[in-house]
Structures are given as structure tokens and as C-alpha cells.
């Protein structure tokens, strides 16, 4: 069984799927990125060369003085006016204090124009004041663009270089680059180039993005179909192939083609089958179970009313008595039937009602010797027990565990009695071997016939001589089938042998029960 997502394919296969299309748009959103960082700095050296070589022109031929140079504004405006004009470019030349002496939109009389948007429609007419009033400047973005204005143009002043983005009053943002002009060493002013095209290189950022974003939602969309295929529309099937075993109560589960593969879905679909198996199979015991009870309350209940039945013809006192012994033996019989069927058809409900736990057997082995002792009659064969010198403890239930002894010893006890051998017992050992711990039950009775060594644990089989009462003897055949059924409900194993003398005679029978050796508990139970 496969537990978290590290040893769960399905779980991988569903995060890569589900990552894949974020990677592919986080991916194209670093790529581009770097491709617009790569632009702005490609403009922002264009844009360094150009205002350099036109601060050095402009310092030859617009300064005057000597010996303290300065800016003449009005050679300033002519050598702007004599430039060629610069496409998406503004140039403006500040003196040596920050004041502005030079604007190439003003020498060249141009206009900055913006695009309007659309036009809105209210109450049947055009608002144009809206369409302006969108597109007007905010006094907020005009602060911020003239102190960003201001602070570039100061370190210029300091004759350093000043580049970079800057925010615009429209609230839009521009390249900006402010060299000082220079006479010598002498700072005579500063010269501004902004190019005003950031929002076109970020517009085409953008839409070199929608490929990228098309590529994730198509991946998305192909691993969702993906994941219907492989998971969704199996799982379906799974659950259509239990409801046609619940609505057409079928014993057999006819399950898509999915077994083979090496994930949660082929687990699910092995279990399903294993699961079905199972019930198929405790559905044929247990009807084979109920066509053994039928048979075997059959047969006393046939006896019974022979006997009623042929009572009321006979007229002997002794065949009267006769028959009503007959009749009591079937009705008890009938009873010890009822009362093993009872027991058997709880046993699954008992096994699972309470979680295993280990305790030392030999104490619970110890108890139940002791209780066969205190009620022993002058004519039960005795019951002995030596406890083992050292705790062996076992994994499982103390109860269920306790029948499977107290069936042995009663079984054990019944043939010794019917065999009536002088000084017959019923010795109980327990012992530790090879990781098991095996309890054995030795009786003094006439052993078992080998070919019913296994048979005897068959359920209603009874094997005893007439001299004992044979089959209308005071038992039901269930005793060894519900020791043997608990016994491999705790994962063990249980046999039965006869013990045979050196000359060949034998002494008895023996029932043997192994269970796993389990480790002693933290806190022994007192």
C-alpha cells in the first residue's frame, strides 16, 4: 500500500500536471522579463551616448565667460533649434542653479498629444468633458514626476550621471538620462533626454506574453482532460461495476481492464476483486453451513417423531420407558445442537469485536485448568497443568483463545471417560518452539483412526464408537471446526496425533495448537 504523495504515481502524476502549465507561465514571465530588462537598458546606453555627445556640443558652442563659464540661453535655443528632430525624444537643458533655459518641445513648437479613449454615452449625448477629464493630469502624478525631475537634474549638477525610469506627470513613465555640461571641470548646466516609448516596449512585453498564457491554458485544460481519462472515467467504472453487484446481488464483480496497472487504481481494482472473492467465498460457507444445520436438526427431529409417533402403539412399560429415554437423549442433543450453531454463528462477530493484544497464555491456560479442577466430579477424569517457568506471550484475544482450550479439554475429557481406562487423565502442556508458543491437550482415550485426523475438525462430523453412544452421543461435531476456525483467526495452526507406545500400542490422542510467539507487553496485565 502506497502512503503519501513520494510513493503515490497518481499523486505525482496529478502535481506535475497541475505545475506544468504555472511553469510554463512563470517561465515566459522570466523570459520576458529578462527581455524588457535587456531593452530598457539597450535604450537607456543609446540614450546615455546621444545626451553625452550632445552635452559636449552644446558646451563649445553655448557657453560664454570667462574665466567663470556659463550657459547663454539664447545659443542654447538656436543650437536646440538646429537639431533634428527627435522622434519620442524630449531634451531640456537646465542652468547651473536648476532652472530650465531650454525645451526641445517648446523650440520646435510641438505639442505632446496622448490618445483619447472611446467616448461614453449617457442619457443620449456624447460627454466630451469626460473623455478630457480622463486624460487630464492629476496633481498628485505632476508632484511626483517634478521632484523626480528635480532630483535627477541636482545630481547632474554634482557632475554626476543620473539614468533611469522616471514617472511623468500623465502618470505614465519614461527613460530618462541627465549628464551635466561642462566647460573643463566646470558644471555650466544639465542636459535631460527622455525618450517616452516605456510603455510601448511594456505593451509589447505584454503581448509577447499571450502565447505563453495560451500555452498554459491549453496545457491546463490537457492535463484536466488527462486526468478524466486515467482517473475520473476508471473510477466510474470501478463504481458502476459495485453497484451491479449490490442491484443484481451477484457473487462475481466485472471489473475494467485496470488490475495491471502500478498505481492507487490498480490497488483499488485488485482490492475489489479480493474483496468480492472473500464475500463470494463466506457467502458459500455460509450456505453450506445452513445446509449442515438443516441435516444435522434433521436427523434428531426424524428421531422425535418416530418416537412420538410409535409411543401412543406401544403398550410394554419397557418400550414405553425405552422411547422416552430416546426422546430425551434427541432433545438434548437437539439443545447442545442449538446452542453450538448459536455459538458458531457469533464466533466471526466475537473475533472482530475486540483489538488483539498479547498476554502470557500459560496464566490464561492456568485459569482455566483450575476451573475444571474446582468443579471436577468423582467420575470426570482429572485435568493437570504445570506452568511453564517463564511468561509466553501470544497476540489476540483471551476469550475466543480461552474456547479453543476449553473445546480441546472437553473433547479430550469425553473420550477418556467413554473409553473407561483406570487412572486416565487429561494432561495440558505448554511449551515454546521455533518462534510459536504450542499448548498440547493428551488424553488416555482410544486415539483416532488415521484417515479422520483431519476429518475431525469438519463441521457436525463425529467419529466415536457405539460403545461410547455414537452419534447420539451428547455432542454436536462443532467443538474442533470453531477451535480450528479461531485458531486460524489468530494466524496459528492446530492438528491432531495419536501418541503411540514403543510396541506399537496406542496410548491416546493429542491435540496440538500453535500460535506466534509475540513480545512482552511494556506493562504485563496483573
Do not use: C
Not at 95 to 101: E, H, N, R, T, Y
Not at 164 to 190: C, E, F, H, N
Request: proline content about 6%.
Amino acid at each position: 500500500m502506497r502512503i503519501g504523495i513520494g510513493g503515490s504515481r497518481l499523486g505525482r502524476t496529478i502535481i506535475a500536471l497541475n505545475v506544468l502549465g504555472l511553469v510554463i507561465l512563470i517561465g515566459g514571465a522570466l523570459v520576458l522579463n529578462e527581455t524588457r530588462r535587456g531593452l530598457v537598458n539597450i535604450q537607456l546606453e543609446a540614450l546615455s551616448a546621444e545626451s553625452e555627445m550632445i552635452a559636449n556640443l552644446m558646451a563649445e558652442a553655448a557657453t560664454v565667460g570667462e574665466p567663470e563659464p556659463a550657459l547663454d540661453a539664447d545659443r542654447v535655443r538656436q543650437f536646440l533649434f538646429l537639431l533634428p528632430p527627435l522622434p519620442s525624444q524630449r531634451l531640456r537643458i537646465f542652468d547651473a542653479q536648476g532652472q530650465l533655459i531650454a525645451d526641445s518641445y517648446n523650440v520646435s513648437d510641438r505639442v505632446e498629444s496622448r490618445e483619447l479613449p472611446p467616448l461614453r454615452h449617457a442619457g443620449g449625448t456624447f460627454r466630451l468633458d469626460e473623455a478630457f477629464e480622463a486624460r487630464r493630469e492629476r496633481p498628485r502624478d505632476a508632484a511626483l514626476a517634478r521632484v523626480a525631475l528635480e532630483a535627477e537634474a541636482r545630481k547632474a549638477i554634482r557632475g554626476e550621471r543620473a539614468q533611469g525610469l522616471r514617472p511623468t506627470p500623465s502618470g505614465s513613465r519614461v527613460l530618462s538620462v541627465s549628464v551635466p555640461i561642462q566647460r573643463v571641470k566646470a558644471v555650466t548646466g544639465v542636459l535631460t533626454l527622455e525618450a517616452g516609448d516605456v510603455d510601448a516596449i511594456i505593451k509589447r512585453e505584454r503581448m509577447a506574453l499571450i502565447p505563453f498564457i495560451v500555452i498554459a491554458i491549453l496545457t491546463t485544460v490537457a492535463s484536466s482532460l488527462l486526468l478524466n481519462f486515467i482517473i475520473a472515467a476508471p473510477v466510474r467504472k470501478l463504481a458502476r461495476a459495485a453497484d451491479q453487484v449490490r442491484l443484481s446481488r451477484a457473487r462475481a464483480i466485472s471489473l475494467p481492464e485496470i488490475s495491471h496497472r502500478n498505481d492507487e487504481l490498480g490497488d483499488l481494482s485488485r482490492s475489489l476483486s479480493t474483496m468480492t472473492d472473500a464475500l463470494s467465498e463466506r457467502m458459500d460457507a455460509i450456505e453450506r453451513f445452513a445446509a449442515d444445520v438443516t441435516h444435522e436438526i434433521r436427523n434428531p427431529l426424524t428421531s422425535i417423531r418416530s418416537a412420538v409417533e410409535t409411543l401412543d402403539l406401544v403398550s410394554d412399560p419397557k418400550a414405553r420407558d425405552r422411547l422416552l429415554g430416546i426422546l430425551k437423549q434427541d432433545v438434548a442433543r437437539l439443545d447442545r445442537l442449538i446452542t453450538d450453531i448459536s455459538n458458531a454463528s457469533r464466533l466471526d462477530a466475537e473475533l472482530s469485536r475486540d483489538a488483539p493484544k498479547a498476554f502470557d497464555l500459560g496464566k490464561l491456560v492456568k485459569d482455566i485448568v483450575d476451573l475444571y479442577v474446582a468443579a471436577a466430579r468423582p467420575t470426570d477424569p482429572p485435568v493437570s497443568f504445570q506452568l511453564p517457568d517463564k511468561p509466553l506471550y501470544v497476540s489476540g484475544r483471551e476469550g475466543p483463545l480461552g474456547q479453543v482450550l476449553r473445546n480441546l479439554i472437553d473433547n479430550a475429557r469425553s473420550f477418556t471417560v467413554q473409553a473407561g481406562t483406570p487412572g486416565a487423565t487429561v494432561r495440558v502442556a505448554l511449551r515454546a518452539s521455533g518462534g510459536e508458543v504450542v499448548a498440547t491437550v493428551d488424553d488416555d482415550g482410544p486415539g483416532i483412526p488415521d484417515e479422520n485426523l483431519e476429518t475431525i475438525f469438519e463441521r457436525f462430523y463425529t467419529s466415536r464408537p457405539k460403545a461410547t453412544g455414537g452419534v447420539f452421543a451428547s455432542n454436536s461435531g462443532l467443538g474442533l471446526s470453531i477451535a480450528r476456525q479461531i485458531t486460524l483467526a489468530h494466524n496459528g495452526r492446530i492438528w491432531a496425533q495419536n501418541r503411540v507406545a514403543p510396541d506399537g500400542h496406542i496410548e491416546g490422542a493429542r491435540f496440538s495448537v500453535a500460535l506466534p510467539l509475540a513480545p512482552a507487553p511494556l506493562k504485563a496485565p496483573s
